[in-house]
């Protein structure tokens, strides 16, 4: 079964500093791999996504994730924080069972210091 | 094009009190699921559908129950509601892989929050 781990709960970044949140996936072939954001009291906005190709994917708002297989990883970094980044964001991933059963991880909250 | 729309956005419930949370989504989806969202603990799967007539269990499955008795609708039902069901529901859609580009990622709608006094 597939799963996600993400372990940082919270993370502090001072603005115009870079970023980078982890995400760990357990799955035995090639996941589907997905970057979601919310904002408070928002619903879930879809940041990138990875399915195969180039292992470095860009997303909106100026974020990119690297899939490396040999580390089970799917980071998401972003250079410069903006206080408008400050959010929940989450990862997630799929099989081979189809988008119906998508796995969490359970987020990472970022908060953004002046 | 609305996507997936999810109503009422708030509701408080009485313990013990019936609800349908209602979605909606207008993109001929095939694929339709329930998520329940809980501090610290991410989105965990609660039932889902692979299309009209057909539904099956989640993660967290119990207290609830869906049907799909058309391709455009989802509810999912608290028979009996619980504290413990206090949460923000989310309700997606997504289409079958078909190697299309469209075809790669689930659509959210925007969640209901439901309080359960």
């Known amino acids: 079964a597939q799963s996600v781990t993400q372990p940082d709960i919270h993370i502090t970044v001072s603005e115009g500093a870079s970023l980078e949140l982890r995400c760990n996936y357990s799955y035995g072939a090639t996941p589907y791999l997905f970057w979601y954001v919310q904002s408070p009291g928002q619903g879930l906005q879809l940041l990138l996504k990875?399915?195969?190709?180039?292992?470095l994917v860009q997303g909106i708002k100026g974020f990119e994730a690297e899939f490396k297989r040999s580390q089970s990883s799917f980071n998401l970094r972003k250079p410069s924080v903006h206080w408008s980044d400050a959010a929940e964001y989450f990862c997630?991933?799929?099989?081979?069972?189809?988008?119906?059963?998508?796995?969490f991880g359970t987020g990472t909250r970022l908060l953004v210091s002046p | 094009n609305a996507g997936v729309t999810q109503t009422p956005k708030f509701q408080v419930l009485k313990t013990g009190q019936s609800m349908t949370l209602q979605c909606a989504q207008d993109m001929n989806h095939e694929y339709m699921s329930w998520y329940r969202q809980d501090p610290g603990m991410g989105l965990r799967l609660i039932h889902y559908s692979v299309g009209a007539g057909i539904t099956d269990q989640g993660e967290v499955p119990n207290g609830y129950n869906v049907s799909r008795s058309t391709t455009e609708d989802f509810p999912l039902r608290l028979l009996s509601a619980a504290p413990s069901q206090t949460s923000v529901y989310f309700c997606a859609s997504s289409s079958p892989r078909t190697g299309t580009v469209r075809d790669t990622e689930a659509f959210f709608g925007q969640g209901t929050r439901l309080t359960v006094v």
């Open positions: 990875y399915f195969s190709g180039d292992t």
């Open positions: 997630a991933v799929v099989g081979n069972t189809g988008f119906q059963k998508l796995v």
